[in-house]
């Protein structure tokens, strides 16, 4: 086991950290999401526990027997050991205490290890501290990618692509969701990745987030959407592709049609500099072209690293329409779904990096 990121970037991530805590006069974070802890530690690690001070180096907890593993992982020297989950509060509170910390960043963020328990409890062993909100802190710099971090979702790409191009050929009439989602596991898993997501959708009735059913099999004249969130070293890429099983349907036809045509206009103009609703706009023109605007679903791209959704999420948060986009972003689209009635759901999706020049590779 060996570290897949240098100490001097994950060193100097946690200093910019430091230093955008002490503008805000914020004593300590605790880190609790499971991205942000990689991000810092350079490490995937279950339960995520981190106590990032505005001054001093930060503290890991890790559950007794399984420190020197973590050790050989990550950078991180100080270590607290701990065996049942109410252990980890009590020693993370009288840290906080004993250090005089008033003032402490908890991260209110969006995936799904992002306990509201945890806060709840933090709160109340902690009444005296002022707990603040360090999720904007920490997704402005996570939002930047380093070279270490453009690499890796470059390669996470390549896999995604790969199975993509391999998978798609092969989906037939009579194969079920989990079928598919099986053989794309299985390349993902084969080519590198360690916590793949899939997600598979076969019509004719269409959703959103398509969790893969047992139950759902391929028939004739629907669609079959493809979603694959690739990972090589904790860092993603979200690829989707849709093909149509059957005949030759005119309105499943224009459909395709229409978000070809939807996602070369988004490459065309999502450049540094633009505004993810100005992209919009000239999206909606194109679903009006092809009568598919009561079918979309608004929104059309989203941030890519430690997670597969990052900020800007612009199909669930509508002021992130409004972040300028930058140089060292990594963004995918487009994410928004054509969602059609008695065909299923139809989507073109790939990951890019805005390079130094403001432009997509």
Known sequence: MVMRIQEKILRRRVEKFQALMKERKIDA??????????????????????????DGEPIAFIARGEENGFLKRTWIKNVETYTEGGEVMAKVSGIIRSSGYKIV???????????????????????????????????????????????????????????????????DKGLSETEIAAELYS???????????????????????????????????????VVIGADYNHYYANMSETTFIGRNDERAQRALKCMDEAFEVARNLTRAGI???????????????YGMLKY???GYLH?????????????????????????RMAVAFIHA?????????????????INEEGELE
Do not use: C
């Open 29 to 54: 974070a605790m880190i609790r999401t499971l991205s942000s802890f990689i991000y810092f530690t350079g490490t995937k690690w279950l339960r995520p526990s981190l106590l990032i001070p505005a």
């Open 303 to 327: 941030g890519v690293g430690l997670q597969i959704e990052e900020i800007p999420i612009t199909t669930i948060i509508p002021g992130h329409r409004s972040i300028e986009l930058k140089a």
């Open 296 to 298: 979309r679903v608004k």
């Open 275 to 289: 505004k993810p609703i100005d992209v919009m706009k000239e999206l909606e023109k194109v679903y009006e072209k």
């Open 187 to 225: 390349r993902l898993y084969r080519y590198g990745s360690e916590d793949p997501h899939v997600y598979v959708n076969v019509g004719p009735y269409p959703r959103v987030h398509s969790e893969p059913f047992r139950d759902v099999r391929v028939s004739e004249n629907v669609f079959v959407t």
């Open 337 to 353: 779904p054509l969602m059609i009635k008695d065909l299923g759901q139809v989507k073109k999706e790939y990951t890019f990096i």
């Open 105 to 171: 960043g908890l991260e209110y963020g969006i995936q799904r290890d992002a306990y509201i328990i945890f806060y709840e409890m933090f709160k109340k062993l902690n009444p005296q501290v002022n707990v603040v909100d360090v999720s904007e802190l920490i997704y402005g710099l996570r939002m930047i990618k380093d070279d270490f971090e453009i690499n890796f979702i470059k390669k996470a790409r390549s896999i995604a692509k790969r199975t993509l191009e391999e998978v798609l050929p092969i989906i």
